[in-house]
Antibody
Framework: QVQLQQSGAELVKPGSSVKISCKAS????????MHWIKQQPGNGLEWIGW????????KYNQKFNGKATLTADKSSSTAYMQLSSLTSEDSAVYFC??????????????WGQGTLVTVSS | DIVMTQSPSSLAVSAGETVTINCKSS????????????LAWYQQKPGQSPKLLIY???TRESGVPDRFIGSGSGTDFTLTISSVQAEDLANYYC????????FGAGTKLELK
């Protein structure tokens, strides 16, 4: 079965960077885009971008250009998101998610458990 | 970006009631190639990841109870939950995936 296992909570200082991971199992990692989604406390969901691990292609929500960098390691079936120049506005839970089908007819059917990032001095 | 406007923002219900959540998109979500509306609904309980309930506006994801019904086309969509149960108390979000994915602000379903 498809599983997405994310790394643990992070407490980071303003101005620094953080890299969170999402380890995939139960499917061919290189065949599906991996998406990342932000959820601030008490707020809704915001799509950050996706990476296609097969060739490393990425697409970002313009709002996150320069803030988020998506990478993937095929050898370990792990996707990564690095967030840079962190501010309090970046404090949120970040989810990785995969579509249900390759053609994205079925959207985010699979989700990681979420990684809480807290930006505080 | 396509803006998704969800209403109401919160809803207090009693068990057994039927509830309706609305979602309006700023442009049509109907794809002419597949003749489908690219609209999904998710349920999120506190401390959990969102769970996909409905996709293509009206198709239930595998394992989702048939009391969850999605309807609508173009720019106006509805999620109906018939005979609400205690386990349905959660936040509900609509999402368009016709273009760059965007979500509604959510509807909190609470117990009256």
């Amino acid at each position: 079965q498809v599983q997405l296992q994310q790394s643990g909570a992070e407490l980071v200082k303003p101005g620094s960077s953080v890299k969170i991971s999402c380890k995939a199992s139960g499917y061919t990692f290189t065949s599906y885009d991996m998406h990342w989604i932000k959820q601030q406390p008490g707020n809704g969901l915001e799509w950050i971008g996706w990476i296609y691990p097969g060739n490393g292609n990425t697409k970002y929500n313009q709002k996150f250009n320069g803030k988020a960098t998506l990478t993937a390691d095929k050898s370990s079936s792990t996707a990564y998101m690095q967030l840079s120049s962190l501010t309090s506005e970046d404090s949120a839970v970040y989810f990785c998610a995969r579509t249900g089908t390759m053609m994205a007819i079925i959207p985010f059917a699979y989700w990681g458990q979420g990684t809480l990032v807290t930006v505080s001095s | 970006d396509i803006v998704m406007t969800q209403s109401p923002s919160s809803l207090a219900v009693s068990a057994g009631e039927t509830v309706t959540i609305n979602c309006k998109s700023s442009q049509s979500l109907f794809g002419s190639v597949r003749q489908k509306n690219y609209l999904a609904w998710y349920q999120q309980k506190p401390g959990q990841s969102p769970k996909l309930l409905i996709y293509l506006a009206s198709t239930r994801e595998s394992g989702v109870p048939d009391r969850f019904i999605g309807s609508g086309s173009g720019t106006d969509f509805t999620l109906t939950i018939s005979s609400v149960q205690a386990e349905d108390l959660a936040n509900y979000y609509c999402q368009q995936y016709y273009d760059t994915d965007t979500f509604g602000a959510g509807t909190k379903l609470e117990l009256k």
